[in-house]
Structure formats: C-alpha cells, structure tokens
C-alpha cells in the first residue's frame, strides 16, 4: 500500500520561509511525476510545482520563490517555499503518478495535506 505523508506546514509571517517534506512508503518507484498542489478556502485546488525526469515546473503564482526537488534514495520530495505571502495560506497536499500539474485527476497517489498559514 502506497502512502504519501507530509510535513513541515506552520504559520509563518509574511516575507518568512518554510520547507515541506513528503515522504512515500511503499511500493513506490522515485521515477514518477511528483507534485505539490494547494487548496485555499474556498478555492479550488490548484498544481504548484512538479518534478519529473530532472525537470521542475513551477505555477507563474510562486516561480522565482518556491523550488521543487526530490531525493530519490529517501522517496522524499520537497517544497522550500520563500518570500510567502498572505495568498499562499492553503493546505498543501503531496502527490505522484500523475502526467501534469494541469491534470490533478492524472494523479494517482495523494497524501493527507499540511496547513500552511501566512500572516501580515
């Protein structure tokens, strides 16, 4: 059974940082498509950044502030999120086996989220 299980989320102030960790158990290969999505309240979810084969994507809202990587011997995929704004509280989700950052059905693997507030 795959299991995605993130961490790191926690009120920051504005201009602060943080870095999220998904950490995958399982039958999982690290050779998949890797995401972060967020979900504001209220609001649909939305793809933040993706890694696949060596490449990021990041969403035009966070380029130049957030970075994906992964680590492929840990299963592990970050996001370090710098110079936060109030429009990034959200709850952020981990997931894999997807195809697009534009396709969040695609996506087969998810974990639970973690709440990232951002305060002025």
């Known amino acids: 059974q795959v299991q995605l299980v993130e961490s790191g989320g926690d009120s920051v102030q504005v201009g602060g940082s943080l870095t999220l960790s998904c950490v995958a158990s399982g039958y999982i290969t690290s050779r998949l498509y890797w995401a972060w999505f967020r979900q504001a309240a209220g609001k649909e979810r939305e793809g933040v950044a993706g890694?696949?084969?060596?490449?990021?994507y990041l969403a035009a809202s966070v380029k130049g502030r957030f970075s994906i990587s992964l680590d492929d011997a840990k299963k592990t995929v970050y996001l370090q999120m710098n110079s936060l704004k109030p429009e990034d509280t959200a709850i952020y989700y981990c997931a894999a086996g997807g195809n697009s950052l534009l396709n969040e059905r695609s996506f087969l693997y998810w974990g639970q989220g973690t709440r990232v507030t951002v305060s002025s």
């Open positions: 890694i696949y084969n060596g490449g990021a």
